[in-house]
């Protein structure tokens, strides 16, 4: 889904309409925040992921020994 720029301004528009210029800054805030806190939450909550990417790099890094030899 591309937005254009006529869309993106429409949206902006509408945003002020309905919130007023007051509130939006406080909406933004709120909305980093749960965003920051949302990925926060992905990187702790999944460790093993973590775990199958090391042990790909030191799979890797054993083949590419293999092959050197």
Same mark, same amino acid.
């Given at each position: +889904?591309?937005? %254009? +720029? %006529?869309? =993106?301004?429409?949206? =902006?528009?509408?945003?002020?309409?309905?919130?007023? @210029?007051?509130?939006? @800054?406080? +909406? %933004?805030? $709120?909305?980093?925040?749960? =965003?920051?806190?949302?990925?926060? $939450?992905? *990187?702790?909550? #999944? @460790?093993?992921?973590? #775990?199958?990417?090391?042990?790909?790099?030191?799979?890797?890094? *054993?083949?590419? #020994?293999?092959?050197?030899?």
């Amino acid at each position: +889904m591309n937005l %254009g +720029m %006529g869309e =993106i301004a429409l949206l =902006i528009v509408l945003a002020l309409v309905l919130f007023g @210029p007051k509130r939006l @800054p406080e +909406m %933004g805030r $709120a909305a980093g925040k749960a =965003i920051r806190e949302f990925k926060s $939450a992905l *990187n702790k909550a #999944d @460790p093993s992921e973590a #775990d199958v990417s090391e042990s790909k790099t030191s799979a890797g890094e *054993n083949a590419n #020994d293999t092959k050197t030899v």
